[in-house]
């Protein structure tokens, strides 16, 4: 019996703790708009500041998503060449390597998707089989 405790659903409370950042390194991505509309986080109102020198001071700024830039550099940095599996590696995991999560998805897509969601903080792939016997 699986307990309520066991299943995939259940989140890590450090992971619920990182949200938080997370959030921010999404809206860092989304460029100068996001920023903007959320204005009250990324840029606080001093206070003796008129609501109007706010406004325009807001609408004013702007970011340098070197973030983003930086990302994809890296990324393509990392998969510039596609993996290549070896003389040794058996027929049976290059065949797996075709359609590595049962999606029709090669290792080299898969990979490369995993690396860029590291970016948020932590990646990870779940394998889930059926008991060895």
């Known amino acids: 019996m699986i307990e309520e405790k066991d299943t995939v659903a259940n989140e890590h409370p450090l992971y619920k703790g990182?949200?938080?950042?997370?959030?921010?390194?999404?809206?860092?991505?989304?460029?100068?708009?996001?920023?903007?509309?959320?204005?009250?986080?990324?840029?606080?109102?001093?206070?003796e500041e008129l609501t109007a020198t706010y406004e325009n001071r807001a609408k004013c700024s702007t970011l340098f998503n070197l973030y983003a830039k930086t990302e994809a550099v890296m990324t393509?940095?990392?998969?510039?060449?596609?993996?290549?599996?070896?003389?040794?590696?058996?027929?049976?995991?290059?065949l797996l390597a075709e359609n590595i999560d049962n999606?029709?998805?090669?290792?080299?897509?898969?990979?490369?998707?995993?690396?860029?969601?590291?970016?948020?903080?932590?990646?990870?792939?779940?394998?889930?089989m059926p008991p060895a016997s």
């Open 18 to 47: 990182l949200q938080i950042k997370r959030q921010y390194v999404k809206d860092v991505r989304a460029g100068t708009l996001r920023l903007r509309a959320r204005k009250d986080i990324y840029l606080p109102k001093f206070p």
């Open 76 to 94: 393509g940095l990392v998969f510039q060449n596609e993996i290549e599996l070896g003389a040794d590696v058996p027929g049976a995991i290059k």
């Open 103 to 128: 999606k029709g998805t090669h290792l080299n897509v898969f990979a490369r998707e995993v690396f860029e969601k590291s970016f948020d903080g932590c990646s990870l792939i779940l394998v889930d």
